[in-house]
C-alpha cells in the first residue's frame, strides 16, 4: 500500500507542476528549475537562513499582511508542498514558509527527529523575524508540528489550522498506521522528493539515512490529547473523507473545541472542522478550491459566537 501512496504522490505533485502559470520564459527553463520554482509570478519578498536550536533553518517570506506560518509535510519543501498555495494566501497575507529539519535546504544536525524539536524551531524562526504571534497551518506532518507550536508556544499562535494532522498516534487508521514501517528508499526511486532530495544540495547517499529519521516520528506512540484539548487558540481542522485519518480522532478534538451542539440554539463554536468529498490524504492539498475559501473565511471570522435571534 505505502509504495502506491508514493506513487500517487508523485503523480500529484506532477499534476501540480503542470498547473503553474506560465510566462513566456519560464517554458524554456529546465524540468529541475520547475520543480524548485514556487510561481513564475510571485517571489519572495524576503529568504534566507535563520539561526535556531542549532539548525541553519531556510525560509521565505511572500506578500503583505497578517501573518501565516505553513508547515509542509514529510519528505517535502517549500516547493513541493507550497508552489500552488502560496500566490493565493499572499494576496492579502503575509505568507511565512519554511523547511524543517533535514527537509530541502535546512541540512540535517545531530539530533533526533521530533515534532516538539520542531516546533521549538519553528517558534524560534518567529522571533526571528521579529514576529510576535502568526496564524498556524500545518499539512500531515507539518499538522503535528502546527499542534505542537501551540501547546509548547501559545503566546505566538492566533488560531491553528490543521490538514490531514494528528495529534496521537492512534489518529490514523491501523493499517494506515501500520503501513509507517514499511517505508523504503525503493519506494521513491525517481520521486520528485527524490529528485528535490538531490537537487538542492543534499548527498544522495545520505538519503536512505533521511528516509528512516523522518519516518522515526511516527514509529513511536505519542499522544497529546490533554494538552491539544487545552490549546486556547481556534482550531480549523480538515481532513478527507478518503484521508489516512480516522473520522473519530477529528470528532473527538471538535467536541472537546465546543462542537457537537446545534449552533442555532447555541452559538457557533470559534473553532472549526470540515471533511472534505472525494478527498484522499495526499488529495487533501490539491482540492483549494474548497480549502483556501474555508481557511480564509476561518482567519477572517469575528468568533462572534452568540446563536442567532428571531
Known sequence: ??????????????????????????????????????SQDIKP??????????????????????????????????????SH?????????????????????????????????MADDVSGLLRHLKTDSADILGYSMGGGIAFQVAVRHPEQVRRLIVLSGTYAHDGWWPNVEASFATFTPDMFKGTPIEKQYDSLGNDPAHFPEFLKKVMSIDLKSYDWS????????????????????????????????????????????????????????????????????????FLDSDLNTAPPTF
Open 1 to 38: 500500500m505505502k509504495k502506491h501512496i508514493i506513487i500517487g504522490l508523485s503523480v500529484v505533485i506532477a499534476v501540480v507542476a503542470s498547473c503553474q502559470p506560465r510566462t513566456k520564459e519560464a517554458q524554456n527553463v529546465s524540468a529541475e528549475q520547475k520543480e524548485t520554482a514556487v
Open 45 to 82: 519578498a524576503e529568504s534566507g537562513y535563520a539561526d535556531v536550536n542549532g539548525l541553519k533553518m531556510y525560509y521565505e517570506v511572500y506578500g503583505q499582511g497578517k501573518p501565516i506560518v505553513l508547515l509542509h509535510g514529510s519528505f517535502m519543501t517549500i516547493p513541493l508542498n507550497w
Open 85 to 117: 498555495i502560496i500566490p493565493l494566501l499572499a494576496k492579502d497575507r503575509k505568507v511565512i514558509v519554511a523547511e524543517m529539519q533535514g527537509h530541502g535546504r535546512t541540512k540535517d544536525i545531530a539530533r533526533e527527529f521530533s515534532y516538539e524539536g
Open 226 to 297: 490533554k494538552d491539544v484539548k487545552k490549546i486556547q487558540a481556534p482550531i480549523f481542522m480538515a481532513i478527507g473523507d478518503a484521508d489516512g485519518v480516522r473520522y473519530e480522532h477529528a470528532l473527538e478534538l471538535f467536541r472537546a473545541k465546543g462542537g457537537g451542539k446545534m449552533g442555532d440554539l447555541h452559538g457557533l463554536p470559534a473553532s472549526r472542522l470540515a471533511i472534505l468529498p472525494g478527498t484522499t490524504h495526499i488529495g487533501m492539498m490539491q482540492r483549494t478550491d474548497l480549502l483556501i475559501p474555508m481557511i480564509t473565511d
